[in-house]
T-cell receptor
C-alpha cells in the first residue's frame, strides 16, 4: 500500500535554515502537502505542490519535489523559535480508482529550534 | 466564522466501555475524516465519509464505527474501548475529495483507556 516516510527529529539554531525531508511510494501521487502541528493543536496546512512542479516558494517556505526519486522537502529560511512544531508531509491518492481520494500522512518530523 | 469542533477535548474511560467522540463542522463540507495520532505512526485514517449516509473504512478501522446522518456531524464510536485505543483523535473535513482539496482539522480529543 501507500507509504510516506519522514525522519522523526530535526534540531536547528535560530536563524539557520531547516530542511525537512519526505519520501513517498505512490507514483500516481499528484498533490503533496506539508502540514504543521503546534503543541496541543490540530494540523494546519502550510503549503502544497502539484506533481508537475519542481519548486514552490511562499515567503520563508520553499518546497522542492523530485518526482523521479519520489522525494519531497520543505525548507524554512531564517528559522524562528515559533517554528518549533511537528511537520507532516502527506500525499493525495485515489480511493479505488474513483475520483475520490484521501490523504496518507508521514510519521511527522519534530522540529526543535534552539535560541 | 465557520469552524470544526471536537468534544470532549479530553476523556478518560475504562476498558470495555462504549465511547463516542463528537465532531461538528459548520463549513457545509461534504467530506469528513477521523484520524488517530500516535508517536512514530503519524496520522492514520480510521473512517471517512463523502456525504450523508456514506461511510468508508480507513486503514485502522477495527473497533471503531461512524455514522453520518447529516452534513455537519460525524461521531466516532469505540464499541468496547481497549487500552490500544489510547490516542489523540483528530477529525477533519474538506469541501470535496478532489485533488488539492484542503482538509481542515479540529483541535483533537485526547483519549485515555485504563
Amino acid at each position: 500500500g501507500e507509504d510516506v516516510e519522514q525522519s522523526l527529529f530535526l534540531s536547528v539554531r535560530e536563524g539557520d535554515s531547516s530542511v525537512i525531508n519526505c519520501t513517498y511510494t505512490d507514483s500516481s501521487s499528484t498533490y503533496l502537502y506539508w502540514y504543521k502541528q503546534e503543541p496541543g493543536a490540530g494540523l494546519q496546512l502550510l503549503t502544497y505542490i502539484f506533481s508537475n512542479m519542481d519548486m514552490k516558494q511562499d515567503q520563508r517556505l520553499t518546497v522542492l519535489l523530485n518526482k523521479k526519486d519520489k522525494h519531497l522537502s520543505l525548507r524554512i529560511a531564517d528559522t524562528q523559535t515559533g517554528d518549533s512544531a511537528i511537520y507532516f508531509c502527506a500525499d493525495w491518492a485515489n480511493a479505488g480508482g474513483t475520483s475520490y481520494g484521501k490523504l496518507t500522512f508521514g510519521q511527522g518530523t519534530i522540529l526543535t529550534v534552539h535560541p | 466564522d465557520a469552524e470544526i469542533t471536537q468534544s470532549p477535548r479530553h476523556k478518560i474511560t475504562e476498558t470495555g466501555r462504549q465511547v463516542t467522540l463528537a465532531c461538528h463542522q459548520t463549513w457545509n463540507h461534504n467530506n469528513m475524516f477521523w484520524y488517530r495520532q500516535d508517536l512514530g505512526h503519524g496520522l492514520r485514517l480510521i473512517h471517512y465519509s463523502y456525504g450523508v449516509h456514506d461511510t468508508n473504512k480507513g486503514e485502522v478501522s477495527d473497533g471503531y464505527s461512524v455514522s453520518r446522518s447529516n452534513t455537519e456531524d460525524l461521531p466516532l464510536t469505540l464499541e468496547s474501548a481497549a487500552s490500544s485505543q489510547t490516542s489523540v483523535y483528530f477529525c477533519a473535513s474538506s469541501l470535496s475529495a478532489g485533488r488539492g482539496e484542503t482538509q481542515y482539522f479540529g483541535p483533537g480529543t485526547r483519549l485515555l483507556v485504563l
